[in-house]
Nanobody, 114 residues
């Protein structure tokens, strides 16, 4: 059974940085695309960034230059480095496969104050 466990969120001031972690089990990184998603209060869930089995990455245009996705296959963990955080980055962050979705984890809350 596939399971994702997100961690690393917190309360930050604008301009700060955070690195989120997604520990995955029951899934092979080399044959799956893993993505970070986020959902802000009252908004739809959106795709933040994804990393393919080959290791190539795609980041949402609006977040390029600030957010970077990476992985450590040996640790079965995908990371999201977030720099220059802004209040609009406040959301619950999740990881999952892309484009098809599997079971969602609990997510990790990121709150950015101005």
């Amino acid at each position: 059974q596939v399971q994702f466990v997100e961690s690393g969120g917190g309360l930050m001031q604008a301009g700060g940085s955070l690195r989120l972690s997604c520990a995955a089990s029951g899934i092979t990184f080399s044959t799956n695309t893993i993505a970070w998603y986020r959902q802000a209060p009252g908004k739809q869930r959106e795709l933040v960034a994804r990393i393919r089995g080959s290791g190539t990455t795609t980041t949402a245009d609006s977040l390029k230059g600030r957010f970077t996705i990476s992985r450590d296959s040996a640790k079965k963990t995908v990371y999201l480095q977030m720099n220059s955080l802004q209040p609009e980055d406040t959301a619950l962050y999740y990881c999952n496969t892309w484009p098809s979705l599997l079971n969602w984890g609990q997510g990790t809350q990121v709150t950015v104050s101005s």
